[in-house]
C-alpha cells in the first residue's frame, strides 16, 4: 500500500524532555490518581500526594525529568543523588500517561537517569514500590533490578509494606 503524502500524513507531535520547575508540582500532582488507576483508594491517594512535596521540584530538578507532547505532561521521574551515600542514586518516583504504556517510555527515562547519574560516579541505583504494584515490580523486574526485600511492612511507617529494589549500573 502506497503511504500517503507526506502533508497528509497523521503527525505525532514528538516529546520532549526537560528539567521540571516549580511550575510542574501541581501539574504532576494533578494526573497522579488517574496515572496509578486509583490504586490503594483514598488511603493511596493520599499516601501518592504525600510523596511529592514541591521540595522535589526545587532541590532535586538536575536529576529530575518531565517529558511533555504538544505542551502536555504525559511522564515524569524523580529522582536525586543520595547525599549520604557517594556510590548510589534512587529513583522516588517514575509516572507514565496510560495512553503511552508499553511504548518504552518508561524505560527511556530509566536509562536516561542512570545515564546521568553514572556521570556523577554512581554504580547502585535504588528504588521502592508499593507490595500490590505489581506492573511495577514487572517493569523493575525488566529495567535489571532485583527485590533486595520483596516485603518490608512498615517500611515508611504502619500500613505501608513496600518492595525494595536495587541495581548495580556497569560502568
Ligand atoms: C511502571 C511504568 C512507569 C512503566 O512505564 P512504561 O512506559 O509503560 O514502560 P516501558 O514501556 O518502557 O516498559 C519497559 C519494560 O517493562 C515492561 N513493563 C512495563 N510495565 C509493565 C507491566 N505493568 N507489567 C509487565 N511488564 C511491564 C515492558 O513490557 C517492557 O519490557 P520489555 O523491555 O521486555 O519490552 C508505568 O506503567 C506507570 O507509570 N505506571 C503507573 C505508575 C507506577 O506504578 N509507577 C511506578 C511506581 S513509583
Known amino acids: 500500500m502506497e503511504s500517503p ?3 497528509t500524513a497523521p503527525q505525532t507531535p514528538a516529546l520532549t524532555y526537560r528539567a521540571p520547575t516549580e511550575e510542574d508540582h501541581a501539574r504532576v500532582l494533578a494526573v497522579l490518581d488517574r496515572w496509578w488507576d486509583g490504586l490503594g483508594g483514598d488511603d493511596g491517594a493520599r499516601q501518592r500526594a504525600g510523596l ?3 521540595l522535589f521540584f526545587q ?17 515524569f521521574l524523580i529522582g536525586f543523588l543520595s547525599q549520604s551515600r557517594p ?18 517510555l518508561g524505560g527511556e527515562l530509566y536509562r536516561r537517569f542512570f545515564d546521568t547519574v553514572r556521570a556523577h560516579g554512581r ?7 508499593s507490595e500490590t504494584n505489581t506492573g511495577s515490580r514487572a517493569f523493575h523486574a ?8 520483596q516485603s518490608f ?15 548495580e549500573l556497569e560502568p
Open 142 to 149: 525488566r529495567m535489571g533490578f532485583t527485590e533486595a526485600e
Open 59 to 75: 532541590h532535586f530538578t538536575d536529576t529530575s525529568v518531565v517529558v511533555e507532547r504538544d505542551g502536555h505532561l504525559v511522564a
Open 87 to 104: 556510590e548510589e542514586a534512587y529513583i522516588h518516583f517514575v509516572g507514565v500517561d496510560p495512553a503511552l504504556h508499553g511504548h518504552g
Open 5 to 7: 503524502p507526506a502533508d
Open 123 to 129: 554504580t547502585i541505583v535504588r528504588a521502592i514500590t
Open 153 to 167: 511492612p512498615g517500611y515508611d511507617g504502619p500500613g505501608t509494606t513496600r518492595v525494595t529494589f536495587v541495581r
Open 52 to 54: 511529592l512535596p514541591r
